[in-house]
């Protein structure tokens, strides 16, 4: 079981990224699909997360109504679409699995399976 996080890199406030979470050696249909990110000297928090079924979503809500998570199952690819980013989204990105995880998205406890990250920083 192996996830792979990848899309990250420079940008300017206000501009967009979009992470993608590769999965390997297991399906969507069974897990959900969390990302969090953990900034510098900062605790690793949750930014959003996707059920098994993709038909619910949760945000931070640091990031409602920016980010977008979405997942295309034929791919086995989950996406996080960031637009209108700030210097504060400036952190390393990872995806995590959790299975038969229905609520509590948001604890990092929760998920069974992480990827390493990827970097994401925004400056001027």
């Known amino acids: 079981v192996q996830l792979q996080a990848s899309g990250g890199g420079l940008v300017q406030p206000g501009g967009s990224l979009r992470l993608s979470c590769a999965l390997s050696?297991?399906?969507?249909?069974?897990?959900?699909i969390g990302w969090f990110r953990q900034g510098p000297g900062k605790d690793r928090e949750f930014v959003g997360a996707?059920?098994?079924?993709?038909?619910?979503?949760k945000y931070a809500d640091s990031v409602k109504g920016r980010f977008t998570i979405s997942r295309d199952g034929a791919e086995n690819v989950v996406y996080l679409q960031m637009n209108s980013l700030q210097f504060d989204d400036t952190a390393v990105y990872y995806c995590s699995a959790g299975s038969g995880l229905s609520n509590d998205y948001e604890t990092v406890g929760g998920y069974d399976y992480w990827g390493l990250g990827t970097q994401v920083t925004v400056s001027s």
């Open positions: 050696g297991f399906t969507l249909d069974n897990y959900a």
């Open positions: 996707v059920n098994w079924s993709g038909t619910f979503t």
